[in-house]
Each structure stands twice: as C-alpha cells, then as structure tokens.
T-cell receptor
Framework: GNSVTQMEGPVTLSEEAFLTINCTYT??????LFWYVQYPGEGLQLLLK?????DKGSNKGFEATYRKETTSFHLEKGSVQVSDSAVYFC?????????????FGQGTILTVHP | NAGVTQTPKFRVLKTGQSMTLLCAQD?????MYWYRQDPGMGLRLIHY???????AKGEVPDGYNVSRLKKQNFLLGLESAAPSQTSVYFC????????????FGPGTRLTVL
C-alpha cells in the first residue's frame, strides 16, 4: 500500500535558520506529491506540489524536489521566520485510480523563535 | 466565496450519543472527503464522495456514516459515539481527482466522554 514517512518532530529553530523536513514515500507507479501546512487553529492549506520526477515545487520561499530514485520529497527553506511556525504534512496522491485520495505523513511541528 | 465550511466547530458528546457534522462547499467541487486528525498519525481518510449521491469508504470508516444528497454538502454521522472517536475532523473538497489541490475546512474538534 501507499505510505508517507516524515522526520520526527518537533523541530525548533531560530529565525533566519535553514529548514529541512525529510519526507519519504512508498507507492506504486508515479504519485503526485504535496506539502500541506496547518497554522494554529486552522485547516490545512496547500504549500507546494510536484507531479512528476525531478519537478520542483516552490512557494513562499519553500522548495521541494520530487526524487524518484530516493522516493523522497524533502521540504527546505533557506531562512525561516516566526510566521512559519506551523505543522507541515507531506502527502501523496496516486492519481487516476485513487479518486484524489491523499495519504498523509504524521506531520512535523515547526516552532521558530525570534 | 466562503470555500469549505464546517459545522459545528466544537462539540462534546457522551458515549453512545449521536451527532452529525456538516461540511459545505461553494466551489462546485465534485469530490469531497472526511478526514480525522489524531496526534502523531497525520490525517486519515474516513469516507469520500466522487459526486452527488455517491459515497465510498476510506481508510478508517468503522463507526461513521456519510451522505451526499446535495453536491455542495457532505454529512458525517456518528450513530453511537465512542471515546476512540475523540479527534479533530476535517472536510476537504477538490474539483476532480489527480494533482488538484484539496481545499480544507477549518475543522471540528469532537470530544467523546
């Protein structure tokens, strides 16, 4: 079956530090990959996505590259801000046969201190 | 354009009580989903719908029922609540399957005593 594994959290950083949150997946075929973010007290919202190998998704300074050879989709940001404090979820959708269903990782809590 | 809304935002039930959670979307999306979020487990799919009048089971459907009588609404029912159903419930919708974004509601926090 499909699965997503994220690095254990929580992650605590100082403002302007470099961020990496690891994500690896198991899936048949060529899934689409997503990062969703959940700010305190809110629902999830899409941060970025990639639909095929070697694609790079980017948004708000965050980036992630779809690496088929390592089945990974690690999230990076060069300089985090306090406002980036949130829970980050890696997810996959197998496409076509899955009716858009998402499989999520367990989530990584990020706290950024001034 | 309100997006995806959920009612209620909070609810406390006693074991054995029933309730219905309402999800509404005003984006004319075909696909709708109900997830539960538990600490350390991410989001897990309960049920989903690919169009008005259709429903299907997700990963953790036991103890829940759903209905999609109108395209814009997706109801999640608990017939006899159990403490194991204490969770945060999220509804989501998307225009179609594939690489499209899922749009999430703000969530319903349910506690079963």
């Amino acid at each position: 079956g499909n699965s997503v594994t994220q690095m254990e959290g929580p992650v605590t950083l100082s403002e302007e530090a470099f961020l990496t949150i690891n994500c690896t997946y198991t899936a048949t075929g060529y899934p689409s990959l997503f990062w969703y973010v959940q700010y305190p007290g809110e629902g999830l919202q899409l941060l970025l996505k990639a639909t095929k190998a070697d694609d790079k998704g980017s948004n708000k300074g965050f980036e992630a590259t779809y690496r088929k050879e390592t089945t990974s989709f690690h999230l990076e940001k060069g300089s985090v801000q306090v406002s980036d404090s949130a829970v980050y979820f890696c997810a996959l959708s197998p496409l076509k046969t899955s009716y858009g269903k998402l499989t999520f990782g367990q989530g990584t809590i990020l706290t950024v201190h001034p | 354009n309100a997006g995806v809304t959920q009612t209620p935002k909070f609810r406390v039930l006693k074991t054995g009580q029933s309730m219905t959670l309402l999800c509404a979307q005003d984006m004319n999306h075909e696909y709708m989903y109900w997830y539960r979020q538990d600490p350390g487990m991410g989001l897990r799919l309960i049920h989903y719908s690919v169009g008005e009048g259709t429903t299907a089971k997700g990963e953790v459907p036991d103890g829940y029922n759903v209905s999609r009588l109108k395209k814009q609404n997706f109801l999640l029912g608990l017939e006899s609540a159990a403490p194991s159903q204490t969770s945060v419930y999220f509804c989501a919708s998307t225009p179609r399957a594939g690489a499209d974004t899922q749009y999430f509601g703000p969530g319903t926090r349910l506690t079963v005593l």
